[in-house]
């Protein structure tokens, strides 16, 4: 039984030739699921704006933004020399990369931007301009095609009547499409399996309740939105059977960065032997880095916790608060980690994958 | 030193005679930290309605109102004999009785109030009726006391420097006066020893952050508002000394009922090796049930979770939610309970109090 799942041909962000020039189109997921508003960047100030403001979110959907960013943004430069070309892409490189400090995916697909433009020195200009284009959406295609890897390594773990426990936003919205931890859930149900899903509400941000609810109920799938707060108590239940993830960076051993909480979540898995799995594409690995103690944690705005949406103050004015974005988990927490490369346990990635430039 | 703290004087919950009659004066918490609303109920239906509400919630709080709204309800009873007094009497109780089903404390003093009814057969209605207002007074009056001799067991265990992380709000508001386990802060605070706390927002309904915080702002004590998913990236920090939560309900074996959210808490503090101590009178304590599993659990409106104070809405509409109020936190899990007898292992409890007609 294969269900329509036409949700899934969803893309968050776009590369699109209007009449008047490129743009990068964005969903504006910080207003989702309320409003469904699509945002033209015609500059790449505005796409590092995106990213920064959470219209764009999810490591690799922050990847591909960031691809899309350099393209766009190289447009306008009218250099007739390679070197003069290359000075002026340095500012909107920066721009880009000042975003967001976690998620490696941004720095993979800058860093793939740029081999492409030394890679190419010897053309005009306008040629590296055009393959600065098909270089990002290449990314973008190169992605759904990883999540749908990712997807089908990952149901083999999936038995019809699971119930899985997920956290943040990890679908079709925090990636070129499809997802991946919750792509590996799509992959399932697409495969016929009846499967439950847990949603973390994910604080402050709330991920979980806006965006994975909203595109768990486009796909019919059946899903439950709890706090934060409850999952240990759905654990010791005996009622979750699996938890999937995403990740933002992943050290060489196995340590993995992703949204705040989900440490919290490995360990109360551990608690209740109940397995827990990190899907990543193997670009989200950051071989450079030993171990999780090294990946850079972005602390935001405090307000993100004390206004709700900005629109609700939660708290008294003038309080101390914390508002880090990620936490990380530690590989023995981690009973594998998905890529479209296959499953692996966290201490064979880097002699199973560290030799590959990914 | 002894620092000033006139924020303690504060009670939520007074039985108060109007120029119109008796009413009882609630702090309508559900408003805080915006607002700061009295609402005078006339009748116990309103009184009722305030504990279903949450204008006043916390255990030993929602007792005393019981209390006061039996003393409230049987003021306008015009019976000549004790038995129509008693069977007047039933309804007003019931009412009482359906609020809330998971603290103990509730049935604790409806059953107080009771058994001095029973225990004044013999005298004329009208002293029936003084004589449960009086009760209801010594109920609130000696909850304070209590909340002062957990604050001096349990401030004990406080070392001049410590972080304490906190779940939910335990302080003057949850009680008559003081609180448990934010009491026993205020007493280390007020012994001159200097502490740092992490407070829990505690969704859905967010007790820490309208309630907790605001109370650690009146007492200037620093305070570092977190979401509940933060705490096991706080605790792995190495940053928290101790974790101090309330109770709802404590079963004969130690097991404790309390805000959801609590269980993951203690979780993640024997991962990390943090003592968990629970705060609570011995009121809280359920001898007549052998363990966690058979404490009632509260589920409640969903809505607490979708709407943000009924404001905003953080999911889309039509999706399941799951909405238990308190989770089950087992023994093991638990250093020591403190209470107005002193800090008992959980296993301790039955022999050591379990004589006592609590």
Redesign the interface.
């Known amino acids: 039984m294969r269900k329509e799942l036409e949700h899934l041909m969803l893309s968050p962000i776009e590369w699109h030739m209007a009449a008047d020039g490129p743009v990068v189109r964005m969903l504006d997921q910080s207003r989702l699921?309320?409003e469904v508003v699509w945002i033209d960047c015609r500059d790449h100030q505005t796409v590092a704006k995106g990213i920064k403001e959470l219209w764009v979110r999810g490591a690799p959907a922050i990847g591909i933004a960031a691809a899309m960013g350099v393209a766009l943004g190289v447009q306008p430069i009218r250099a007739t020399h390679y070197e003069e070309f290359a000075r002026q892409l340095k500012p909107i490189r920066d721009t880009l990369a000042a975003t967001r400090p976690t998620a490696v995916n941004l720095f993979w697909a800058l860093n793939r931007m740029n081999n492409v433009v030394q890679h190419h020195k010897g053309q005009p200009v306008e040629t590296i301009k055009s393959i600065l284009i098909k270089e990002a959406q290449a990314i973008h295609e190169e992605d759904v095609q990883r999540n749908r890897a990712m997807g089908d390594h990952g149901a083999e773990l999936i038995r019809s009547g699971d119930a899985i426990l997920t956290h943040c936003n990890t679908g079709a919205l925090a990636t070129g499409g499809h997802g991946t931890a919750l792509g590996v859930i799509f992959t399932a149900w697409e495969n016929g399996k009846q499967v439950k899903v847990f949603v973390?509400?994910?604080?402050?941000v709330?991920q979980g309740?806006?965006l994975t609810?909203?595109e768990l109920?486009q796909n019919k799938i059946?899903?439950?939105?709890?706090?934060?707060?409850?999952?240990?108590?759905?654990m010791?239940k005996g009622v979750i059977r699996l938890c999937l993830v995403g990740a933002d960076r992943i050290a060489a051993n196995g340590d993995t960065a992703n949204k705040?909480?989900t440490?919290?979540v490995a360990?109360?898995a551990?608690?209740h032997k109940i397995p827990f799995y990190v899907t990543a594409p193997t670009s989200t690995i950051d071989f450079s880095i030993a171990n999780g103690d090294k990946i850079p944690i972005e602390e935001r705005n405090p307000d993100e916790?004390?206004n709700?949406?900005g629109?609700?103050?939660?708290?008294?004015n003038?309080?101390?608060?914390?508002n880090?974005a990620f936490?990380?988990t530690p590989a023995k927490y981690i009973t594998g980690i998905i890529t479209e490369a296959g499953i692996f346990k966290p201490g064979e990635l880097k002699r199973k994958l560290g030799g590959k430039k990914t």
Not at 222 to 234: K, Q, V
Not at 318 to 322: E, G, I, K, S, Y
């Open positions: 699921p309320h973390d509400e994910t604080r402050p709330l309740a806006r609810m909203w109920q059946p899903a439950t939105l709890i706090t934060d707060s409850m999952a240990g108590a759905f010791k705040i909480g440490y919290s360990v109360l551990k608690a916790v004390t709700v949406f629109k609700v103050r939660i708290a008294p003038n309080v101390d608060v914390a880090p936490d990380v």
